[in-house]
């Protein structure tokens, strides 16, 4: 595997969403998106496996997101990302077993709908959750509103995980 090879891509559509607080799915100019909105942590959850081409290194998880009413050039959406390893009796799937979270910061452009690409890095092992080649995971994204200066939802468009 060459490096930065991606490892998996989710749009909007692969969404899980958690039982509360959670992330609306909806259209912009008929892209999909997930709105999160700016006075509440709101959070997206997606499941997948880890393709067996991964090599047990770090991840670099890019989101892609654009906002709804902010056109303040230089405000921010502060995202939390984090791992849960299911993989083989690894996670009882009646409860969340999360990794801590990691800030990714998304910049608002003076244009609204206009993207940005925020990036978060994780090494292996904890900070991973320890998820391996081959096993069922789910990463969440949560929308920090405390943590956000800009105005209107967050729009997500969606993530890429690439290994570094």
Same mark, same amino acid.
């Given at each position: 595997?060459?490096?930065?090879?991606?490892?998996?891509?989710?749009?909007?559509? $692969? !969404?899980?969403?958690?039982?509360?607080?959670?992330?609306?799915?909806?259209?912009? !100019?008929?892209?999909?998106?997930?709105?999160?909105?700016?006075?509440?942590?709101?959070?997206?959850?997606?499941?997948?496996?880890?393709?067996?081409?991964?090599?047990?290194?770090?991840?670099?998880?890019?989101?892609?997101?654009?906002?709804?009413?902010?056109?303040?050039?230089? $405000?921010?959406?502060?995202?939390?990302?984090?791992?849960?390893?299911?993989?083989?009796?690894?996670?009882?799937?009646?409860?969340?077993?999360?990794?801590?979270?990691?800030?990714?910061?998304?910049?608002?452009?003076?244009?609204?709908?206009?993207?940005?690409?925020?990036?978060?890095?994780?090494?292996?092992?904890?900070?991973?959750?320890?998820?391996?080649?081959?096993?069922?995971?789910?990463?969440?994204?949560?929308?920090?509103?405390?943590?956000?200066?800009?105005?209107?939802?967050?729009?997500?468009?969606?993530?890429?995980?690439?290994?570094?």
């Amino acid at each position: 595997m060459a490096r930065e090879d991606t490892l998996l891509i989710f749009t909007p559509l $692969h !969404n899980e969403p958690p039982a509360s607080s959670y992330a609306t799915i909806d259209l912009r !100019n008929q892209h999909p998106v997930l709105d999160f909105d700016d006075s509440a942590d709101e959070s997206a959850v997606f499941s997948a496996v880890m393709p067996r081409n991964y090599n047990g290194g770090g991840v670099t998880i890019y989101v892609t997101g654009s906002w709804s009413s902010d056109t303040d050039n230089g $405000h921010t959406t502060q995202l939390e990302v984090s791992f849960e390893r299911i993989g083989d009796g690894q996670q009882d799937i009646d409860s969340d077993g999360f990794a801590a979270a990691k800030d990714c910061t998304l910049t608002v452009d003076a244009i609204s709908g206009k993207t940005d690409v925020g990036s978060v890095s994780f090494t292996d092992g904890a900070e991973m959750d320890s998820v391996a080649a081959g096993e069922l995971f789910r990463l969440k994204v949560m929308c920090d509103a405390s943590g956000s200066t800009s105005t209107g939802d967050f729009e997500l468009l969606s993530i890429e995980i690439k290994e570094t």
